[in-house]
T-cell receptor
């Protein structure tokens, strides 16, 4: 089945450790996005990529890094520099262009202890 | 991209129409209006989008005012499963747009 997959669903890490969240899509979409969501809040854009080997910072990129080496994959690394990493992380993809819908993964809930 | 303003929360009786407003007074001619919804702890789901004309699909109807400064999402017969946060966003007509979400409207459908 076509879709966008995030793994794992739940992730626990110790403070000070980097952690990488996976996002894979088999929809042949050019654009991919990472969002952070805190309890009771809306989605905030971390990074987005329009095409392979290119990505741009969103509103809250500090403490995060991404790569886009393959069209299907857009992993997000939460570094130790991110002061409040515990959150719900959502990945999305779209064909690109304004007249196309985005598809979201089911999210990864990261807890840093 | 233009900003949007939505009420923080709304209630609707089950079986009734839910009308969710969105203000986008700074929208430009090339920006589309999109609606997504997010059920608790899940990824957002696309509902509908439009540019100028009203649109309808199996989930909802989208009514855009003639001046395009506001729109209304209509769920014709709301069910308990429609309880969710509804996001209205506008996206410019160029490739690789940033999808920027506001706070959305928390719709509670009550029996």
């Amino acid at each position: 089945d076509g879709g966008i997959t995030q793994s794992p669903k739940y992730l626990f890490r110790k403070e000070g450790q980097n952690v990488t969240l996976s996002c894979e899509q088999n929809l042949n979409h050019d654009a991919m996005y990472w969002y952070r969501q805190d309890p009771g809040q809306g989605l905030r854009l971390i990074y987005y990529s329009q095409i392979v080997n290119d990505f741009q910072k969103g509103d809250i990129a500090e403490g995060y890094s991404v790569s886009r080496e393959k069209k299907e994959s857009f992993p997000l690394t939460v570094t130790s520099a991110q002061k409040n990493p515990t959150a719900f992380y959502l990945c999305a993809s779209s064909p690109g262009g304004a007249n196309t819908e985005a598809f979201f993964g089911q999210g990864t809930r990261l807890t840093v202890v | 991209d233009a900003k949007t303003t939505q009420p923080t929360s709304m209630d609707c009786a089950e079986g009734r129409a839910a009308n969710l407003p969105c203000n986008h007074s700074t929208i430009s001619g090339n920006e589309y209006v999109y609606w997504y919804r997010q059920i608790h702890s899940q990824g957002p789901q696309y509902i509908i989008h439009g540019l100028k004309n009203n649109e309808t699909n199996e989930m909802a109807s989208l009514i855009i005012t003639e001046d395009r400064k506001s729109s209304t999402l209509i769920l014709p017969h709301a069910t308990l499963r429609d309880t969710a946060v509804y996001y209205c966003i506008v996206i410019h007509n160029n490739a690789g747009n940033m999808l920027t979400f506001g706070g959305g409207t928390r719709l509670m459908v009550k029996p």
